[in-house]
């Protein structure tokens, strides 16, 4: 069950987002990136294109997305490579851009409108809700990556898709 939560709680974790320019190839000098991933200038990180479950074929992601316990998620990205990891929240509002207090529920850009997320991820494969790192007691911290809500999550039994990020 989602438990939307109100904007202003949100505020201390990472304010409101600014766009910082469409992706960027990685820096000079720096390794190659795989066909699967897409670097983010906003947040310096490589972002896996497709949700965990999912392959990149060269142009979308193909197969079905996984919905993961909390747990699980955290596995499934290291499993892809090792120094995958689950997005913070703080990460996932950067990507989407333009965070906001105004409304009573805590909410960014939907992905699709954002030119840096969609360009980031597979916009055919927008996920609804997506796991971030973020935790809370008994609950963690999720994004409606195409809606642009933020929510929480049970960490014991709910499950939603992830997405995964390293360090370039």
Known sequence: MKHLLPAFALLFVFGCAAET?????????????????????GTD???LRCPVGMTWDGADCAGAPADLAFDDAITGCSDVRP????????ELGLLLGS???ETEEARCRPCADSAEC???????EISEWTWTSDQTGEFAFVVEVSRGRIAFE?????TVQARCVRPL
Do not use: I, K, N, Q
């Not at 469409?22 to 820096?27: D, F, G």
């Not at 120094?83 to 703080?90: A, K, N, S, W």
């Open 99 to 101: 965070c906001s207090e």
């Open 118 to 124: 969609s360009a980031t991820l597979s916009a055919e």
């Open 21 to 41: 320019g469409p992706p960027t190839p990685a820096p000079a000098g720096e390794e190659l990136l795989l066909p699967s991933e897409a670097y983010h200038r």
């Open 45 to 47: 990180l490589v972002w």
């Open 83 to 90: 120094e995958y990891r689950l997005p913070t929240l703080e």
């Open 154 to 158: 049970e960490l014991e039994t709910d």
